[in-house]
């Protein structure tokens, strides 16, 4: 089955720097990429996804690129903020069933 | 629209005894699923469905049962609890694949559930 690796597990940042997050896949199959953000004690909340045809895709002051060559995808967030401040999970999934496939997580720490 | 519900939000078990998770989402998606969350880990799957009167396993479906009579429901049970299920329970929907353009799942609140 699918194998997702994420790092790094924690990250922190000074307020208005950039934060980037990688994540690598196993299965070559794998064409549908989301990202989540889970902030404490609450549930986790999609905010951007990318799938297999397209390399790169922002909004605001997030991006996400997919290297599916090399089975890799990337979180970045520019001009942090401390409401980032939370986990994010990468995840993978190849079926129609919508089997996703999460990365253990990266807390993210932005210091004011 | 109440979105995705799952009842209770805290439960205390004792080794051996069964209960059910409930989890329920009002916007008519054909796609459910259940996770687990352990402290400091990511979100394993533990079953999903893809409409009414299917489901199927994922990563980690020893020691529970699903069932999909209604678009609506998605039930996951615990048959005979341990502590090693001590976790956060997550239930999900979407309304069709992430293939597919409209595969974003929506979460519930989650279930806290302790096992002793």
């Known amino acids: 089955g699918e194998n997702v690796e994420q790092h790094p597990s924690t990250l922190s940042v000074q307020e208005g720097d950039s934060a980037v997050i990688k994540c690598t896949y196993s299965?070559?199959?794998?064409?549908?990429f989301p990202w989540y953000k889970q902030e404490l004690g609450k549930r986790p909340q999609l905010i951007i996804d990318?799938?297999?045809?397209?390399g790169e895709k922002k909004d605001q002051r997030i991006a996400v690129t997919l290297n599916k060559t090399a089975k890799h995808f990337s979180l970045h967030i520019t001009e942090t903020q401390p409401e980032d401040s939370a986990v994010y999970f990468c995840?993978?999934?190849?079926?129609?069933?919508?089997?996703?496939?999460f990365g253990g997580g990266t807390r993210v720490l932005v210091k004011p | 629209n109440a979105g995705v519900t799952q009842t209770p939000k805290f439960q205390v078990l004792k080794t051996g005894q069964s209960m059910t998770l409930q989890c329920a989402q009002d916007?008519?998606?054909?796609?459910m699923s259940w996770y687990r969350q352990d402290p400091g880990m990511g979100l394993r799957l533990i079953h999903y469905?893809?409409?009414?009167?299917?489901?199927d396993q994922g990563e980690v479906p020893n020691g529970y049962n699903v069932s999909r009579s209604t678009t609506e429901d998605f039930p996951l049970r615990l048959l005979s609890a341990a502590p090693s299920q001590t976790s956060v329970y997550f239930c999900?929907?979407?309304?069709?694949?992430?293939?597919?353009?409209?595969?974003?799942?929506?979460f519930g609140p989650g279930t806290r559930l302790t096992v002793l």
């Open positions: 999900a929907s979407s309304y069709s694949s992430g293939t597919s353009g409209r595969g974003e799942q929506f």
């Open positions: 469905s893809v409409g009414a009167g299917i489901t």
């Open positions: 995840a993978a999934t190849t079926t129609a069933g919508n089997k996703l496939t």
């Open positions: 916007m008519n998606h054909e796609y």
């Open positions: 299965d070559s199959a794998s064409n549908y």
């Open positions: 990318i799938r297999s045809n397209v």
